[in-house]
């Protein structure tokens, strides 16, 4: 749920509504909430036009930075 103070909440329904999480991510309000697949949770403000990408699954990841050449790079996850 968005609140009108910029901030982002979440309730675990099966635990009769025990907070999950708190985010405060901006001063404006929260006007739109999306669900991304890859369990991101997207959420925007139009007042001030930010967007934030919140991921409540903790995952740890190594990158490696490869030189392509021509002044190109990419960078490649390594899942633990």
């Not at 139009?46 to 490869?66: G, H």
């Given at each position: ?20 999480f ?22 925007a ?14 995952k ?21």
């Amino acid at each position: 749920m968005g609140l009108q103070g910029g901030q982002l909440v979440g309730f675990d329904i099966q635990k009769n509504f025990e907070l999950t999480f708190l985010f405060n991510l901006s001063s404006s309000p929260i006007t739109s909430i999306k669900f991304d697949p890859t369990h991101l949770i997207i959420a925007a403000t139009e007042q001030s036009r930010e967007l934030y990408a919140i991921s409540l699954i903790t995952k740890e990841v190594n990158y490696v930075y490869l030189d392509l050449g021509r002044k190109q790079f990419c960078t490649v996850a390594l899942e633990h």
